[in-house]
Nanobody
């Protein structure tokens, strides 16, 4: 059974930092592209950051220069370091793991999502 378990959510003051962790079980993270999405109230889920198997990263314009995604294949973990947090970063954050099967169909697993609230 595949599980992606996130941690590191909670309440943060504007300008603060928070490190999100995603622990994977039932899959080998090294063969997956990993990412983080978020969903704010009343909005669609949006991509925040991705990291390929080779370590290439990509970020949404809204978080570039503030967020950093990384992976530790030995620990089967993915991280999202969030700095200079803004109230508009408030959302439920989801970890995801992607790969393509032999028929080039996307297989995606999601974490359960955890809330990050940026407020004073």
């Amino acid at each position: 059974q595949v599980q992606l378990v996130e941690s590191g959510g909670g309440l943060v003051q504007p300008g603060g930092s928070r490190r999100r962790s995603c622990a994977a079980s039932g899959i080998i993270v090294s063969i997956y592209a990993m990412g983080w999405h978020r969903q704010a109230p009343g909005k669609q889920r949006e991509l925040v950051a991705t990291i390929t198997r080779g370590g290439t990263t990509n970020y949404a314009d809204s978080v570039k220069g503030r967020f950093t995604i990384s992976r530790d294949n030995a620990k089967n973990m993915v991280y999202l370091q969030m700095n200079s947090l803004k109230p508009e970063d408030t959302a439920v954050y989801y970890c995801n793991a992607d790969r393509y099967d032999s028929n080039y169909r996307l297989i995606r697993y999601w974490g359960q999502g955890t809330q990050v609230t940026v407020s004073s």
